[in-house]
């Protein structure tokens, strides 16, 4: 089964799902990586993941998904909205065992992984080797999702991975860019 024949038989099939949990995961990520000037509660933690989570998904989906769509079309892939969206929505397959390894995490040692020194705040030996082992299988799923992207990008849009590459790379400088032009003017 591939990409393009999900696109072709049902697009919606997992949508919402992968929508939430990829969102719901990239968010985790996010904020274990922010470090906080005032630690947030538990429950002002939980709400904004439940709430950040899904609309990052939707970012994720209909907003990256289309401007990808749009920059593989100027050179000159040949997949619809749809099957772009479909191979978005793909991507963040690996989102799942991420967002239960996140769930594991935390009910073993609390929300404190969420933040970014939890490692250099931890003394014993095998804490300190759990949860670098745990934050190398994310990193790892998130280079997983990438892969997937591009892959399945360069399949409904009939192109070589190399090209959505540069379509990623492009896209990621005017990200950047937007957000230094935003960060001086502000």
């Known amino acids: 089964m591939t990409v393009r ?4 038989t049902d697009p919606m099939d997992w949508l919402w799902v992968l929508m939430v949990a990829g969102g719901t995961s990239r968010v985790m990520a996010r904020i274990s990586e ?3 000037a005032v630690p947030l509660e538990p429950q002002k933690l939980l ?5 950040a989570g899904p609309i990052a998904g939707l970012v994720l989906i209909f907003g990256v998904g289309r401007l990808l769509h749009w920059m593989l079309g100027r050179m000159g892939g040949t997949g619809t909205w749809i099957a ?3 191979a978005v929505t793909w991507a963040l397959a690996p989102s799942v065992p991420s967002l239960a390894l996140w769930a594991i995490m935390i009910a073993g ?15 014993d030996p095998a804490e300190v080797l759990i949860l670098s082992l745990d934050y190398l299988v994310q990193f790892a799923l998130m280079a997983w999702s990438l892969v997937l992207e591009i892959v ?19 896209l990621g400088a005017g990200v950047l860019l937007l957000a230094l032009i935003l960060f001086f003017l502000l």
């Not at 399949?155 to 959505?164: C, F, G, K």
């Open 109 to 123: 040692y609390g929300v404190k992984v969420l933040s970014p020194s939890v490692i250099d705040e931890a003394t």
């Open 84 to 86: 772009s969206r479909t």
């Open 152 to 170: 399945c990008l360069a399949e409904v849009h009939r192109l070589s991975a190399w090209r959505v590459v540069l379509a990623e790379l492009v």
């Open 34 to 36: 922010m470090p906080f």
């Open 47 to 51: 709400s904004l993941v439940l709430v």
């Open 5 to 8: 024949w999900v696109a072709e």
